[in-house]
């Protein structure tokens, strides 16, 4: 099985700043595609950004330019960098990866549990 597990989250003042983490462990042979997607109270969840094996990146609008999504192969780890926070930033944090589990295999798609972000003076 595989577990993603989130960390980073909490309470900030407008203007500030958090980067959240989320490793990924268990029998993993390579970890694809990597994401954060976040849910705010009474909305849809919503993808943030992507990173690919490779280092590509792509961003939701209402976060570009100051969220930076960043990744650690080595350790199967992503991060998301979060700068000039707003209360719209308000929401759970979901980490999402695409893994194979063996040279062959497939890819299998997994979630963490969700990290809170709190956006508020």
């Known amino acids: 099985q595989v577990q993603l597990v989130e960390s980073g989250g909490g309470l900030v003042q407008p203007g500030g700043s958090l980067r959240l983490s989320c490793a990924a462990s268990?029998?993993?042979?390579?970890?694809?595609?990597m994401a954060w997607h976040r849910q705010a109270p009474g909305k849809e969840r919503e993808l943030v950004s992507t990173i690919t094996s490779g280092g590509n990146t792509n961003y939701a609008h209402s976060v570009k330019g100051r969220f930076t999504i960043s990744r650690d192969n080595a350790k199967n780890t992503v991060y998301l960098q979060m700068n000039s926070l707003e209360p719209e930033d308000t929401a759970v944090y979901y980490c999402?990866?695409?893994?194979?589990?063996?040279?062959?295999?497939?890819?299998?798609?997994?979630w963490g549990q969700g990290t809170q972000v709190t956006v508020s003076s």
């Open positions: 268990g029998s993993i042979f390579s970890v694809d595609t």
């Open positions: 999402n990866a695409n893994v194979r589990r063996t040279s062959s295999g497939s890819l299998w798609n997994y």
